[in-house]
């Protein structure tokens, strides 16, 4: 019969397989391995090979001896304490599902000190080696993996996880075989002392769940593969505290949640495109740093940052998309949010608007070259982004977010039906822009300079009264009347021109109020 066509292994080949049971893929099934005896089969062919990795003396009675001991028919401290010191290498292995009965093969791993799993595959949901130093290396887990706090088997990258590749969810939380998931939920929290994943691939998501953080989650050994880059389908993080850097640069992700949890070192997540992040009820004592990244959909609430914050050269929103730049639900929002530091907001652009009307900015914040769609954007976030560039003395920057500011509050007046409230602004509008364009004020002043010519011929020529001719006699009182109340406004009746002081009245009036805008449009382009 053929042997494994696996390096250096000399066992012989399972059924139709051109590996042996160690090495051949599994069944997902617990039960259909059992009744087919493959369980078996496998439990005796670890076990063995366990014991030839480990036996110092192979004499049939020692053999025996710790073959007893690994499965737990016999107590002996002097094994117990020299198995603590050895070290097996299991490579290419296939691990099929595992319950707590006589098959349970993790009982007798367990009693091994350190144990260096390489390019291994599981189709069962977690190993709980307790006491062993462990290194899971380039290894593929099948099913749903939930990470229990192993000790760390000496490495480069200092990982638990070196280069593996999970193919469904992976969950870091209290986790417990003898527990019910109901009672595994209340208030359990676990302590994970060393670094997690390097260079590791999630094809499903992540959850990470009441647990503290020691070490790094994800670590990234560059000498290894430089230009490593991966996708996730989710990460949710729910009440965890983080005590060493996270750092997050080379997964692109679809969706990523944060909810009341701390962040006591460098949080590091740039350059990457997310569809949907949500970060509620946390707080960043040191530097956040997301700067470059591409964000779908944006929503941050009740979150305190104590340190820098950098959301520059980002976007937000999805880009020319006119269905979703109607939907005031898919603002970017920043809602309770406290800002103790600098916070740098440069070069991003806002496609689906910004709110940021209960942000608290105790420094500056740096808004330069920021571009924010003004559709669903609330006039108190201009007015904010207005006076941050005022503080500055960037008036120029401030006098643009002022005209969003007044447009937005045109529009507050409109659908309120306040029309009176409206008139001035709309007035300073259709004049001037809100202060922004010289061109408006300038042909104004044409305009009303061609017409106020032309009327003044009409006068002079007496083609005023053959417009409309039976309303001569009514006209001649009225501007008798007007003319008498123009000449009785002492500082302007030596201007006036006489026989129509009323209309040379309302031309000074238009004419000072756009040489006005003028002066004030240039002004606004050019103080210092």
Known sequence: MATCSQHNCQLQNYKNFDKCILHCPKTTDYQDAKLDGSLVLFYNALLEETINQVSTNNTISAVE??????????????????????????????????RSDYFDYEQFLGKIGKIHFIKCEYY????????????????????????????????????????CIFEQEVEVRYW????????????????????????????????????????????FAKGMEPNFQSKIDKIEILGCTF???????????????????????????????????EILNTDFLKVADLFGNRFINFIMEKCNFEDVAVFGNCKFGEENNKESDSKKSDITTFKFIVFL??????????????????VSFKENANFLKTKI??????????????????????????????????????KELFDEKKYLKMLIPLLDWIVSDFGQSYLRPILGIILVGVLHCLIQLGFENNSLYKIFTPLNSFF??????LNNFAKNILPLSKFLKDGMEFLSLLFYIFYSSLFWQIIRVFKRHTKR
């Not at 701390?262 to 997310?274: A, C, L, Q, S, V």
């Open 65 to 98: 001896k710790l073959k007893g001991f690994l499965m737990g028919k016999n107590q002996d401290f002097y094994k117990e304490k020299q198995l603590k010191n050895r070290l097996i290498t299991l490579a290419g292995i296939h691990f099929p599902e595992r």
């Open 124 to 163: 069962l949901n977690t190993l709980e080696l307790k006491e062993s130093y462990v290194l899971f290396d380039e290894c593929k887990f099948n099913e749903d993996w939930s990470v229990y706090d192993n000790k760390v088997l000496e490495n480069a990258s200092g990982s638990s996880y070196l280069r």
């Open 176 to 219: 417990s075989d003898s527990e019910s998931e109901e009672n595994q939920k209340k208030n359990k929290i676990v302590v994970f002392e060393n670094d997690l994943f390097a260079n590791c691939i999630f094809n499903g998501s992540i959850l990470l769940e009441k647990t503290i953080f020691e070490g790094q989650v994800f670590k």
């Open 243 to 277: 005590n060493s850097r996270f750092i997050f640069n080379n997964y692109d992700v679809k969706k990523f949640t944060c909810h009341n949890s701390i962040f006591k070192e460098k949080f590091e997540f740039k350059g990457r495109e997310i569809n949907f992040f």
């Open 341 to 358: 530091d600098f916070v740098n907001l440069s070069n991003s652009i806002f496609f689906n608007g910004l709110d940021i009307e209960t």
């Open 373 to 410: 769609n003004p559709k669903n954007t609330s006039r108190d976030t201009f007015r904010i982004v207005k006076n941050i560039f005022d503080k500055v003395g960037n008036y120029i920057e401030a006098n643009t977010f002022y005209q969003f500011e007044m447009k937005s509050y045109l």
């Open 476 to 481: 001649s009182y009225s501007t008798h009347l």
